[in-house]
């Protein structure tokens, strides 16, 4: 037998054990990420083939579960393109639903993990998800909401009859499923499926009302003395005394 460090589809490096059968078979198991080996699952001859470096050790980042693979992978992605590929801690895994970032993630980054993990279950919640035409994406601010806030927001539209959902769509609602309750309190003034705009306007939730949960996160971090999240803050429109003043 014998340790492999391989890549699967462009992920990974990932750790298998070999154990060649005859010259035509092989059998391999899996062990672990790289970085991510529990000691306990491995021989010391094995360790010391692997390295150090292969061993799982404690990380103190921040992790989140993002309940489904599919939409945790395209958030990994979203971070690489935006942060590059040490975004993720070496202990991350494609496979699993758990997304882990590496301790000196920005905060920023931080902040969009626990949000997104925060709409999503809010969305297991609401009818399930549909999907956003390109149009739809370009119309819809996503620094405030993350994607699935959106999907799962225009899944229960649709499903209480609205077609023309981002009519009544607002991202200051932090569960989806509120939505239902505004399409039945202005089903009487759609349409042919448009909404009248000021029936709109008089019942969206003000942005005094409720700040979005993403600055919320930040004003915690801000008023803990972290200058990131105040710079963030800032670039929102918010001014010192705004932050420091705000009610924890």
Do not use: C
């Amino acid at each position: 037998m014998t340790i492999v460090k391989k890549k699967i589809d462009g992920h990974g490096p990932y750790v298998y054990r070999a154990e060649y059968k005859d010259k035509n078979r092989t059998e391999w198991t899996y062990i672990g990420p790289v970085g991510a080996v529990d000691p306990d699952k491995i021989t010391k001859e094995e360790l010391n083939q692997l390295g150090q470096e292969a061993i799982s050790k404690y990380r103190d980042g921040t992790r989140a579960d993002l309940a489904r693979q599919d939409v945790a992978n395209e958030l990994r992605d979203d971070l690489i393109e935006s942060y590059g590929d040490d975004i993720l801690a070496p202990t991350d895994d494609r496979r699993t639903t758990v997304v882990e970032l590496a301790e000196d993630a920005p905060r920023d980054a931080e902040i969009i993990v626990t949000n997104t993990a925060e709409d999503m279950q809010a969305a297991t919640r609401t009818v399930g998800q549909a999907e956003l035409t390109k149009e739809e994406r370009k119309n819809i601010d996503f620094t405030n909401r993350s994607i699935f806030h959106a999907r799962a927001s225009k899944a229960v539209l649709q499903d209480a009859g609205i077609d023309d959902w981002q009519a009544l769509y607002d991202q200051q609602i932090e569960d989806p499923a509120t939505h239902r309750e505004i399409a039945e309190d202005n089903r009487e003034s759609i349409q042919g499926d448009q909404l009248d705009n000021e029936e709109e306007q008089l019942n969206s939730i003000s942005q005094q009302q409720a700040a979005n949960e993403q600055e919320k996160q930040a004003l915690e971090y801000a008023q803990d003395g972290d200058d990131d999240a105040r710079e963030y803050l800032k670039s929102r429109g918010w001014t010192d005394a705004e932050i420091q003043e705000y009610p924890a």
